[in-house]
């Protein structure tokens, strides 16, 4: 039996120990989606983006310029990106929701020339557009030296983030992770967005992971490219158009004034007469106010919001039909 030193020893069990998620693109094992797969089903219809600095050490050098958002819309190429630069982030729509089924629900593209050089980013889903949940990330990778912008990194050492895997092959996320939290409808996710990790190991600008642990990835990256670079969202899993609130046409919504006073009214636009409730709930997804229960609704019906007693603040105004659920963001500014 060949014998190997205490020094190899140890090395084994360290990379034993910290690479434990699967491997990149083409190697057995791996997670990664071909961007040809059909698996996917759709891909996103709508980008908004925010940039980041090019290096967030260095703000006199600008944000990040390579790429707009519509390069995010569509099917992954594995060639054309939006920059976001550090700490930059786009939020990203679909025709039809997300759907939490069985096994991965979409997946996130990042165009990496090769398997070691990683740009990574956190992705968070919201089904209001106004509430965000990130999935829980890890990175394994040491934070102890800087990886700088020609550093190569292990995919092994990472989970939960964005850029793990090289051009064309994107990185997948199974919203059954998320299930059960307060204020997320896993079952219709309207929003994923996409936050750059700046991979600084300096206190002031860094990461961390779920476990508290900073995230080194390549940096600075002081140039227009700078950042994680977003090809594309594909969905694997889609809610069915029964379940669409941007496709029903049973209800509108309108809300006049916006922001809301004591002297505000809804007004109900519906297809037929049909039963309704309306609350109101906090950002936190929490109702705060029931203002009808059980309400027998006219075609065209106006409720007053008059006994309505709130802070002021922004809430979500929730309209609820046995087909649907509409919810409106509004904001109460009561003199």
Same mark, same amino acid.
């Given at each position: 039996?060949?014998?190997?030193?205490?020094?190899?020893?140890?090395?084994?069990?360290?990379?034993?120990?910290?690479?434990?998620?699967?491997?990149?693109?083409?190697?057995?094992?791996?997670?990664?989606?071909?961007?040809?797969?059909?698996?996917?089903?759709?891909?996103?219809?709508?980008?908004?983006?925010?940039?980041?600095?090019?290096?967030?050490?260095?703000?006199?050098?600008?944000?990040?310029?390579?790429?707009?958002?519509?390069?995010?819309?569509?099917?992954?190429?594995?060639?054309?990106?939006?920059?976001?630069?550090?700490?930059?982030?786009?939020?990203?729509?679909?025709?039809?929701?997300?759907?939490?089924?069985?096994?991965?629900?979409?997946?996130?593209?990042?165009?990496?020339?090769?398997?070691?050089?990683?740009?990574?980013?956190?992705?968070?889903?919201?089904?209001?557009?106004?509430?965000?949940?990130?999935?829980?990330?890890?990175?394994?990778?040491?934070?102890?030296?800087?990886?700088?912008?020609?550093?190569?990194?292990?995919?092994?050492?990472?989970?939960?983030?964005?850029?793990?895997?090289? *051009?064309?092959?994107? &990185?997948?996320?199974? +919203? /059954?992770?998320?299930?059960?939290?307060? $204020?997320?409808? =896993?079952? %219709?996710?309207?929003?994923?967005?996409?936050?750059?990790?700046?991979?600084?190991?300096?206190?002031?600008?860094?990461?961390?992971?779920?476990?508290?642990?900073?995230?080194?990835?390549?940096?600075?990256?002081?140039?227009?490219?700078?950042?994680?670079?977003?090809?594309?969202?594909?969905?694997?899993?889609?809610?069915?158009?029964?379940?669409?609130?941007?496709?029903?046409?049973?209800?509108?919504?309108?809300?006049?004034?916006?922001?809301?006073?004591?002297?505000?009214?809804?007004?109900?636009?519906?297809?037929?007469?049909?039963?309704?409730?309306?609350?109101?709930?906090?950002?936190?997804?929490?109702?705060?106010?029931?203002?009808?229960?059980?309400?027998? *609704?006219?075609?065209? &019906?106006?409720?007053? +919001? /008059?006994?309505?007693?709130?802070?002021? $603040?922004?809430? =979500?105004? %929730?309209?609820?039909?046995?087909?649907?659920?509409?919810?409106?963001?509004?904001?109460?500014?009561?003199?």
């Amino acid at each position: 039996m060949e014998r190997i030193s205490i020094f190899t020893f140890v090395l084994l069990i360290v990379h034993t120990a910290f690479a434990q998620f699967d491997p990149p693109a083409g190697q057995a094992g791996t997670k990664a989606m071909y961007k040809d797969s059909t698996a996917f089903v759709a891909w996103a219809t709508g980008c908004q983006l925010k940039r980041g600095y090019q290096d967030i050490s260095n703000p006199s050098l600008g944000y990040t310029t390579s790429g707009d958002s519509s390069l995010v819309i569509g099917k992954a190429d594995g060639m054309k990106a939006v920059s976001l630069g550090d700490g930059g982030s786009a939020i990203v729509t679909f025709k039809l929701p997300i759907a939490n089924a069985t096994g991965n629900d979409f997946a996130v593209f990042e165009n990496g020339f090769n398997a070691t050089f990683l740009e990574l980013a956190f992705v968070e889903v919201s089904s209001d557009g106004i509430n965000y949940f990130r999935f829980p990330a890890t990175s394994n990778t040491h934070d102890t030296v800087q990886l700088d912008n020609a550093a190569d990194m292990d995919a092994r050492r990472i989970n939960n983030l964005a850029g793990k895997y090289r *051009a064309s092959y994107g &990185t997948p996320f199974d +919203l /059954e992770e998320l299930s059960g939290i307060s $204020g997320l409808d =896993v079952n %219709r996710i309207t929003h994923v967005r996409i936050v750059d990790v700046v991979g600084s190991i300096l206190p002031a600008y860094a990461s961390y992971d779920k476990n508290g642990k900073k995230i080194n990835d390549p940096w600075a990256t002081p140039f227009p490219t700078g950042g994680f670079d977003l090809d594309a969202v594909g969905i694997i899993h889609q809610a069915p158009p029964a379940s669409i609130l941007e496709e029903l046409t049973s209800i509108r919504c309108e809300i006049f004034p916006n922001p809301v006073t004591s002297a505000s009214s809804i007004r109900l636009e519906l297809d037929k007469t049909q039963t309704i409730t309306i609350d109101v709930l906090d950002l936190t997804g929490r109702q705060v106010a029931a203002i009808a229960t059980d309400f027998q *609704a006219q075609l065209s &019906t106006t409720i007053s +919001l /008059e006994n309505m007693k709130l802070k002021n $603040g922004a809430y =979500v105004l %929730r309209v609820n039909t046995a087909q649907a659920v509409v919810k409106k963001k509004i904001v109460i500014a009561n003199e």
